[in-house]
């Protein structure tokens, strides 16, 4: 399996600030890597493809990048409703998940 | 809109069978280029991605579970299902049942999910 290890478990920031997120792959998967959010109580939503594509209806301020084994999540200006739970999903060899970032206010 | 909902019994006894549905409305379950996914999320931990099943039947598992683990598909119903065998505790989770394409654009990446069902294992 390929082994997906996101950092750090949890931010605290402030809305409006600048997040980071990462993702770094135990072999390397290309870039076939996507980036998901989930709030309590709901399903994964769909934020970014292929390293760096936003999903349909995701709004400008969430961006991926990286390849191969180290990918970035950033979310340039933090809205409320952004604080939330992100993982990162690999498609290269079969399909696993990341332990999850959770992105807390400050 | 495309909306997947999940059902099934919400309490399995250990060593028993999990059995789930997933209905699908809003599109056909038969479509070309997309496959149909199980994926379960333990109580505050991450996603474990369980299996596919594709229109024609053809399925493929986890490697970590394919031996306890069965998809099929319903296309006259538009339905799909998971079977877990010989459930432990460790299989308490919310499942969720989710839409996957194949194709070149958003592949392999899941773009509909079902709300999820909390499946609890115990005597």
């Known amino acids: 399996d390929i082994v997906l290890t996101q950092s750090p478990a949890a931010l605290s920031l402030s809305p409006g600030e600048r997040a980071t997120l990462s993702c770094r792959a135990s072999q390397t998967v290309g870039n076939t890597l996507a980036w998901y959010q989930q709030k309590p109580g709901q399903a994964p939503r769909l934020l970014i493809y292929d390293a760096s594509n936003r999903a349909p209806g995701i709004p400008a301020r969430f961006s991926g990048s990286g390849s191969e084994t180290d990918f970035t999540l950033t979310i340039s200006s933090l809205e409320s409703e952004d604080f939330a739970v992100y993982y990162c999903q690999q498609r290269s060899h079969w399909i696993t998940f990341g332990q999850g970032t959770r992105l807390e206010i400050k | 809109q495309v909306q997947l909902q999940e059902s099934g019994p919400g309490l399995v006894k250990p060593s028993q069978t999990l059995a789930l549905t997933c209905t699908v409305s809003?599109?056909?379950?038969?479509?070309?280029?997309?496959?149909w996914s199980w994926i379960r999320q333990p109580a505050g931990r991450g996603l474990e991605w369980l299996g596919r099943?594709?229109?024609?039947?053809?399925?493929n598992y986890s490697p970590s579970l394919k031996n306890r683990v069965s998809l099929s598909i319903d296309t006259s119903k538009n339905q799909f299902s998971l079977k877990l065998y010989s459930v432990t505790a460790a299989d308490t989770a919310v499942y969720f049942c989710a839409r996957a394409s194949y194709s070149a654009s958003l592949s392999h990446v899941f773009d509909y999910w079902g709300q999820g069902a909390l499946v609890v294992v115990s005597s």
């Open positions: 809003g599109d056909s379950i038969s479509r070309d280029f997309y496959y």
């Open positions: 099943v594709y229109p024609t039947g053809r399925t």
